[in-house]
């Protein structure tokens, strides 16, 4: 079974730009997860999709957005980038509810914001 | 609110050494932990999930604990390698929300 994919692996943009990543869940996965890891901040919670709804959502900007399509591929969106935006961008695939299921990581997307 | 605590942030040992791994979060409100294993500039590896009505998962040479009551996890590394050179992530499924709450890591370097 294929892991989960994230595309592209690296970007690189300027201040002002916006940027959209998309990731793949593991087939039959129906739960996609975004997370930001900086080397100050650690490991931080974007937003959950399941089943084309957010179910949850982190303390970051209305710059960040996201979306699930129905065969589960999720995209997250950043507008207007920041200096700050820089960071390995991570997403994570479940079959459902995470009380109950292992979370799989994909290889993230580096963003380099300049 | 949820905090998670990884001591220390850095751990270098020999080869063959039996390692354990502290991890420890504030909200004993947790549905599950899960520690992960990341290598530079990739993604997380899951290594071992333990639901909160669970005492203990094991894989291999690893064994990871969990007593909710205390807010505490260890993970232990049975006869080390330097091929487990890496940095171990423990993690808290938040009561209530989809949400993973990290710790800010433990990087392990194994020497030959």
């Known amino acids: 079974k294929a892991g989960v994919t994230q595309t592209p692996r690296y970007l690189i943009k300027t201040r002002g730009q916006q940027v959209t990543l998309s990731c793949s869940p593991i087939?039959?996965?129906?739960?996609v997860s975004w997370y930001q890891q900086t080397p100050g901040q650690g490991l931080q919670f974007l937003f959950e999709y399941f089943s084309e709804t957010q179910r949850n959502k982190g303390n970051f900007p209305g710059r960040f957005s996201g979306r699930q399509f129905s065969n589960s591929r999720s995209e997250m969106n950043v507008s207007t980038l920041e200096l700050g935006d820089s960071a390995l961008y991570l997403c994570a695939s479940s079959p459902g509810l995470a009380a109950y299921n292992e979370q799989f990581f994909g290889p993230g997307t580096r963003l380099t914001v300049l | 609110k949820q905090e998670v605590t990884q001591i220390p942030a850095a751990l270098s040992v020999p080869e063959g050494e039996n390692l354990v791994l502290n991890c420890s979060f504030t909200?004993?409100?947790?549905?599950?932990l899960q520690w992960f294993r990341q290598d530079p500039g990739k993604g997380l590896t899951s290594l071992l999930l333990i639901q909160s009505s669970q005492r203990e998962q094991t894989s291999g040479r690893l064994n990871a604990s969990l007593d909710k009551s205390s807010g505490r996890s260890t993970l232990y590394i049975a006869a080390s390698q330097p091929g487990d050179s890496a940095t171990y992530l423990c993690?808290?499924?938040?009561?209530?929300?989809?949400?993973?709450?990290f710790g800010k890591g433990m990087k392990l370097t194994v020497n030959p």
């Open positions: 993690a808290v499924l938040q009561g209530g929300s989809e949400k993973l709450v």
């Open positions: 909200d004993s409100a947790i549905y599950n």
């Open positions: 087939s039959g996965h129906r739960s």
